[in-house]
């Protein structure tokens, strides 16, 4: 395992060198975007450079397991290695492993595997359970695929309903709500409207879900006049 981990780190190290517009400046703007991470376990790869790297890697069976990893960007390689799956339950096992060592939003949002979309029935569990965790990126990743997967011709108004309900100070939890709702907007107006004009939400993430939707290009000019009027002063 830690042959594996030391080989995978060595080429990590290498692409970051590598990088055309160089590593140093690329390091700064990740670490400003992601401030839960320290800058010292950033190495400063591109998403577009990890993803290739993930599709072309073999034998890295023993890279998922040897968790918690050092750097930002092997967590990324991980999520990436997990959209590879293509075994619905299996792809669930290895989600409910690794979501306990996420620690940033990045990795969480890039993490959207195409096979869970197989069972979206059988998904729903462990969204509700991700959902109802107390830790911030378990939340925040079952958010983020119900606004992914959920919003359109699988739309229910239990999903609004649900993310609503979310009881949460964290910040990373509640902008991912904000993002949910203002997406629902545009996919689901009529049913999500009553929870801005009704003032379901808590005042924070209610005026955020609102400036989301005012800086959509899916709103209209009339629909964004109106939701102004609705900020929660």
């Known amino acids: 395992m830690i042959i594996i981990k030391t080989i995978i780190q060595n080429k990590l190290f290498s692409l970051g060198e590598s990088e055309s517009e160089g590593e140093k400046n ?10 839960t991470v320290e800058k010292n376990k950033i190495i400063g ?32 390689l991980h999520a990436f290695l997990i959209e590879r799956e293509t075994n619905f339950n299996k792809c669930i096992k290895k989600l409910d492993i690794f979501l306990n060592y996420i620690d940033n939003w990045a990795t969480c949002d890039s993490l959207k595997p195409s096979v869970l979309k197989k069972d979206l029935k059988k998904l729903l569990d462990s969204i509700y359970n991700w959902i109802k ?5 378990k939340i925040r990743f079952g958010v983020n695929l119900l606004m992914s997967f959920y919003l359109d011709k699988n739309f229910d108004s239990e999903y609004l309903s649900v993310v609503a309900n979310i009881k949460s100070q964290e910040y990373y939890v509640n902008t991912m709500r904000a993002w949910f709702f203002a997406t629902a907007l545009v996919k689901q107006p009529e049913k999500t409207l009553i929870y801005i004009e009704n003032k379901i939400l808590d005042k924070w993430t209610h005026n ?26």
């Open 26 to 35: 690329y390091r700064e703007f990740i670490s400003k975007l992601v401030p």
């Open 45 to 76: 790869v591109r998403i577009p450079t990890l993803r290739k790297y993930a599709k072309k890697l073999d034998d890295y069976d023993e890279f998922l397991g040897n968790l918690p990893h050092e750097y930002f960007e092997e967590n990324n």
């Open 133 to 137: 965790s107390s830790d911030t990126y």
């Open 208 to 233: 955020k879900t609102i400036q989301k939707a005012i800086e959509s290009q899916r709103i209209s000019e009339k629909q964004k006049i109106y939701l102004k009027t609705l900020k929660i002063k």
